[in-house]
Nanobody
Framework: QVHLMESGGGSVQAGGSLRLSCGAI????????AAWFRQAPGKEREGVAL????????YYHDSVKDRFTISLDIAKNTVYLQMNSLKLEDTAMYYC???????????????WGQGTQVTVNS
């Protein structure tokens, strides 16, 4: 059975930073796609960052480019999302997801974490 577990969310002032972590049990991120999605109240879930670990390709939503960085620690089997220069509009529940291939469609992901809340305050 696969479990993805996010951590690292919290409340931060605008301009601040947070690092989200996603560990997995029963699943190996290396060689697959690791992704971060987010969902704000009243909005659809949207892809934030994708990491095709087999080829090394990283892809970001336009709204987070140059501010967020996705990475993988193979030894720890943990995916990270470093978030800098946080904005009010980054406030959302953030979810880790995994699948064999990377896609911006959340319907294509086999496994999801329970989510971690990120709140950015003015």
């Amino acid at each position: 059975q696969v479990h993805l577990m996010e951590s690292g969310g919290g409340s931060v002032q605008a301009g601040g930073s947070l690092r989200l972590s996603c560990g997995a049990i029963g699943y190996k991120f290396s060689g697959n796609c690791a992704a971060w999605f987010r969902q704000a109240p009243g909005k659809e879930r949207e892809g934030v960052a994708l990491f095709y670990t087999a080829g090394g390709g990283k892809y970001y939503h336009d709204s987070v480019k140059d501010r967020f960085t996705i990475s993988l620690d193979i030894a720890k089997n943990t995916v990270y999302l470093q978030m800098n220069s946080l904005k009010l509009e980054d406030t959302a529940m953030y979810y880790c997801a995994a699948a064999p291939e990377c896609t911006w469609s959340n319907n294509e992901y086999n496994y999801w974490g329970q989510g971690t809340q990120v709140t950015v305050n003015s």
